[in-house]
């Protein structure tokens, strides 16, 4: 299970293998279009969204998982989920282990989208020696690291457009006015400690997505369509670019050689 995951991981980075800023970019607007993850863990749910407009779910218990595939250019590879659907999602969401949305952020109740599905997804994106994650299923309020890790949350709606937040991660050795910074590469326990908090900004919705999810006791899968991004894919194969998101193939500047300075002339005599 570990090593097929390890393979569908590879393949959904979309740069584990040496390829060029066109395969590069032919694989990221594949996975674009076809969003598709496992995931192991465990719970009972299933949902879909058609649009940030609808996304449904019913749930026998909230999931944990960790998962792996390929969401969006953000979060591909492997990431960690926590997701409760409706029955669970409209009081879990404001609770331990989430920690509370700050009241400059909060909005009416009449405002708020009504989370009948809600996602939080983290994922580390640091060098080496901060891949492993802290032990446990639920999210993380504080974690070790000489970078934050990449994180959001979502909040299904029916009626109201999806709402989809990043969360924020606060240096707390900046805030006990500690600013040595900690340099050891790989070693985590001597990195930053940071908090999160759900005061981040908010992020664009997709306005395309049709897709399915499914967790039944240990492992489940996703599937989804994006029709805008399968055309952007498809154009792609011949080099066009509509949505402006190809990976450029870096160039080396060549030096400039700077000519030796004449020798001053001495005075004739």
């Known amino acids: 299970m570990r090593r097929a995951a390890a393979l569908l991981a590879c393949v959904a980075a979309a740069g584990c293998a040496d390829l060029s800023a066109y395969g590069r970019s032919r694989w990221a607007d594949l996975g674009d279009a ?23 779910g019913l749930g026998v218990t909230p999931v944990v998982q960790e998962r792996v595939g390929f969401q969006d250019r953000t979060f591909r590879g492997h990431w960690r989920e926590f997701t409760a659907v409706f029955p669970w ?23 708020e989208p009504l989370p009948l599905v809600y996602r939080w997804q ?14 446990g ?12 890790p990449l994180s959001r949350e979502s909040s299904g709606a029916l009626g109201l457009p999806e709402s989809v937040r990043e969360l924020a991660w606060h240096d ?39 897709e399915g999810n499914a967790f ?44 030796p300075e004449p020798a001053p002339r001495l005075p004739e005599s």
């Open 216 to 259: 039944a006791g240990i492992i489940g899968v996703r599937i989804g369509l994006r029709p805008v991004e399968l055309v952007d894919f498809l154009v792609g194969l011949v080099t066009f670019d509509p949505l402006g998101d190809d990976a450029v193939e870096a160039t080396a500047t060549p030096l400039q050689e700077t000519p």
């Open 122 to 135: 983290i994922r580390r994106d640091a060098p080496s020696g901060e891949g492993a994650y802290p032990g």
């Open 137 to 148: 299923w639920e999210p993380k309020l504080r974690q070790w690291g000489r970078h934050p």
């Open 34 to 56: 076809l969003p598709v993850s496992v995931a192991w863990g465990w719970g009972i749910e299933a949902s879909v969204q058609v649009t940030p407009l609808v996304n449904l």
């Open 172 to 210: 707390l050795r900046l805030a006990q006015g500690d600013p040595q910074p900690f340099t050891t590469l790989g070693s985590p326990v001597r990195a930053t400690f940071w908090e999160v908090e759900r005061d981040g900004r908010d992020l664009p919705r997709r306005w395309d997505l049709i």
């Open 89 to 111: 999602s409209p009081f879990l969401t404001d609770i331990s282990p989430i920690p509370p949305r700050p009241a400059a952020v909060r909005q009416s109740w009449w405002l």
